[in-house]
C-alpha cells in the first residue's frame, strides 16, 4: 500500500492535509476543525477511538526491524502490552487510527514530509500526535500517533525511557 500525502504548514504547525490511498479508492482530509473520509461509500466524519486502556489498543507501525537495532526505544515492550501489533501501510495506518479503527500508530523515524499531512487529520479526528520525547512532530523523527491523550500517555511512558 501506498498512499499520496499533501500538508500544509503554516509556520512550525500543521494546518491541512491530504492522504490519498489510490489502491482502495479512499481520500482523507483534515484541516484545524474537522476530518474526513471519502469513498464510493460516500462522506464520512473521521473520529478516533476513545477510552481504550492500553492492554486493549491495536497498534500498528510499518516494521519492527527498526525498533530491533534501537533497543532503547522498546517497542518490543509495547507490543508485548497491547492487545495486538500489526505492520505495514503506513500512512494508510495513520488514516485507519484517525477512523477510529485502531489505537496507537509508532514510527521510529520519518520525515517531515511524511507526518506534516497526517497531523491534521488525526487531530481533527480527537487524536493526539507528537516525537517520542513529546515535542511537536512537525520536523519529523520518532513519532506516536494515539486515539486520545491517556492512551498517548501511557505508551510514551513505555517507548521513553526517561519518562
Known amino acids: 500500500m501506498w498512499g499520496t500525502l499533501i500538508g500544509i504548514a503554516v ?4 494546518v491541512r492535509g491530504i492522504m ?16 474526513f473520509s471519502e469513498s464510493s461509500r460516500g462522506r464520512s466524519t473521521l473520529r478516533t477511538s476513545n477510552g481504550s486502556a492500553l492492554f486493549d489498543a491495536i497498534c500498528h507501525t510499518t516494521s519492527p526491524e527498526p525498533f530491533t537495532r534501537r533497543a532503547d526505544r522498546r517497542f518490543a515492550k509495547l507490543s508485548s502490552t497491547v492487545k495486538f501489533a500489526r505492520y505495514g501501510g503506513k500512512c494508510y495506518a495513520v488514516a485507519m487510527l484517525a477512523a ?3 489505537a496507537l500508530c509508532v514510527e521510529p523515524s520519518m520525515q517531515p514530509y ?3 499531512p497526517l497531523i491534521p487529520i488525526i487531530e481533527s479526528a480527537g487524536g493526539i500526535v507528537t516525537r517520542f520525547d513529546g515535542g511537536s512532530p512537525e520536523r519529523g523523527g520518532s513519532i506516536l500517533a494515539s486515539a486520545d491523550r491517556s492512551l498517548h500517555e501511557a505508551a510514551l511512558q513505555v517507548l521513553d525511557e526517561s519518562r
Open 11 to 14: 509556520g512550525s504547525r500543521a
Open 20 to 35: 490519498s490511498q489510490p489502491y482502495t479508492g479512499e481520500f482523507f482530509w483534515g484541516d484545524q476543525s474537522e476530518a
Open 100 to 102: 477510529g479503527q485502531i
Open 114 to 116: 511524511d507526518i506534516v
